[in-house]
């Protein structure tokens, strides 16, 4: 991912050579200056590269690489337009730099770039109340209508086909609706597994039923 071209695949001739002056430079998740001979519709050619930031930190807990790795996934996915590289480029960076001062509780924050995500691709979601009639009681929140992407509330929930909604507990409904700000939080927020599972499942049918296909989010398998 480069902030000036977008997503770029490019071979590395020779990085596995010993004598390469790159070799052992490539690492996953580390942020690069590179030189590449860009070619069209094929692998442009890694010319230069050397290290600014190799983010080694992301690798000293299991759940921290998944949850770095689960944004790459993420942006492999993804169809970026022009004007948007470098946003979504600071976006992610911004994220890895994030999850090196969090101790615990990754998933939490790849949520609220995966919120991030959604809102700059021009489909935000509204967790602060039922898109339909704006009630403000998260205990009364049925669960997240994709269709009109944010909470829908009990009362509007019996008035819509089953289909268009999923339904939430009362915990996640509640640490969705903090989500945008849960980063000054995090101590006191309490996330259970059954609660990963679900709102994992939100966030991927979400961009599923937004995109028109799969969407996968391998990297979460081990929580
Ligand atoms: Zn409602």
New binding site residues.
């Given amino acids: 991912m480069t902030d000036k071209f977008g997503k770029v695949g490019v071979i590395a001739k020779g990085s596995r050579n010993p004598k390469s002056k790159m070799s052992g430079v490539l690492q996953n998740l580390s942020e690069y200056e590179i030189v590449i001979y860009k070619k069209e519709n094929t692998l442009s050619l890694l010319k230069e590269i050397s290290t600014t930031q190799d983010n080694k930190e992301l690798f000293d807990d299991l759940y921290c690489t998944a949850s770095a790795q689960a944004a790459a996934e993420v942006y492999l996915q993804l169809i970026f337009e022009k004007n948007d590289y470098e946003s979504f480029y600071i976006l992610l960076h911004d994220y890895l730099q994030y999850l090196k001062k969090v101790d615990d509780k990754y998933i939490i924050i790849f949520w609220r770039f995966l919120l991030r995500v959604a809102s700059y691709l021009g489909f935000s979601m509204e967790f602060r109340r039922?898109v339909?009639?704006s009630?403000d009681n998260i205990n009364k929140m049925h669960g997240i209508s994709f269709h009109k992407n944010g909470f829908?509330?009990k009362?509007?929930s019996k008035k819509k086909p089953v289909n268009e909604n999923y339904s939430c507990s009362k915990k996640t409904a509640k640490l969705l609706a903090n989500l945008r700000t849960i980063g000054n939080q995090l101590e006191e927020v309490e996330v259970t597994n059954f609660m990963i599972k679900e709102i994992n499942a939100i966030f991927k049918n979400y961009f599923q039923y937004q995109f028109h296909k799969k969407f996968h989010l391998r990297s979460l398998e081990i929580f």
Wanted: aromatic share 0%; proline share 0%.
């Fill in positions: 039922c339909i009639c009630e829908i509330c009362e509007c």
